[in-house]
C-alpha cells in the first residue's frame, strides 16, 4: 500500500470520446506525476504537477491535460481518444519536487480504446 | 532523448538460480531507481542508488550503479518463485521536476 489511489480501475471508452482519470496522492504529498505505461513498455513520463502548477510535460500532445486541486488530488484528462492511448495509466505522488524524491506510485488505471 | 536500455526482455529461470538483469544507457543520470510491478498493479520501488560506484543490498537483491552514472545491474541471488515480476529501471535526469525515464523492463519468470 502506497497511500496513492486511482479511479477508475478500469475502464472502456471508444474513440474520440474524452476521459477523466483521478489520483489521491499519498498524505502530505504535494507532487503528481502521470505516466502511460503501453502494453509490454516501461511507463512514459506524462507530466508533473506541483503545488497546483504543471511543472514539466513529456512528449504528449495537448490533447492530454491535466489539473491539480488545492488537496494535491489530481485529474488527468485525455480528449479525441485514440485506438493508442489504450494503456495502464500511473499515477505517482511525492513530497517534493526535485532530484533524489521517492516516489511511490498507484495501482494503475486501465484504459481499453475501442 | 534519454534511453535506458533493459536486458534481458525475458528470462525464465529455475528456482535457487542466480540471475543478473542489466540497464545501460549513454547518459548520465543523477540517481537510478529500481522497481518491480506485478500483473494489474504499480511500480513498487525496491532501490535508489545515486552515488557513481554505488553498490546496495536488499537481502537476496545487490544493486550497483556504474561508476559514470550511466548504467547498473540487479542481482538476486537463489531466486524465489516470489521474485517473478517486471523489473523495471527508471533514471533521474535531475532537474526541478522529478521526471523518470523508463526502460523496458525485463519480465522475470522463477520456476518452482
Known amino acids: 500500500e502506497t497511500g496513492v489511489t486511482q479511479s477508475p480501475t478500469h475502464l472502456i471508452k471508444t474513440r474520440g470520446q474524452q476521459v477523466t482519470l483521478r489520483c489521491s496522492s499519498q498524505s502530505g504529498h504535494n507532487t503528481v506525476s502521470w505516466y502511460q505505461q503501453a502494453l509490454g513498455q516501461g511507463p512514459q513520463f506524462i507530466f508533473q504537477y506541483y503545488r497546483e502548477e504543471e511543472n514539466g510535460r513529456g512528449n504528449f500532445p495537448p490533447r492530454f491535460s491535466g489539473l491539480q486541486f488545492p488537496n494535491y488530488s489530481s485529474e488527468l484528462n485525455v480528449n479525441a481518444l485514440e485506438l493508442d492511448d489504450s494503456a495502464l495509466y500511473l499515477c505517482?505522488?511525492?513530497?517534493?519536487?526535485?532530484?533524489?524524491?521517492?516516489?511511490?506510485f498507484g495501482e494503475g488505471s486501465w484504459l481499453t480504446v475501442v | 532523448t534519454q534511453l535506458l536500455e533493459q536486458s534481458p526482455q525475458f528470462l525464465s529461470i529455475q528456482e535457487g538460480e542466480n540471475l543478473t538483469v542489466y540497464c545501460n544507457s549513454s547518459?548520465?543520470?543523477?540517481?537510478l531507481q529500481w522497481y518491480r510491478q506485478e500483473p494489474g498493479e504499480g511500480p513498487v520501488l525496491l532501490v535508489t542508488v545515486v552515488t557513481g560506484g554505488e553498490v546496495k543490498k536488499l537481502k537476496r537483491l545487490t544493486f550497483q550503479f556504474g561508476d559514470a552514472r550511466k548504467d547498473s545491474s540487479l542481482h538476486i541471488t537463489a531466486a524465489q518463485p516470489g521474485d517473478t515480476g517486471l523489473y523495471l529501471c527508471a533514471g533521474d535526469s535531475g532537474g526541478s521536476n522529478y521526471k523518470l525515464t523508463f526502460g523496458k523492463g525485463t519480465l522475470l519468470t522463477v520456476n518452482p
Open positions: 547518459s548520465v543520470f543523477s540517481s
Open positions: 505517482a505522488s511525492s513530497s517534493k519536487t526535485g532530484t533524489g524524491n521517492t516516489i511511490y
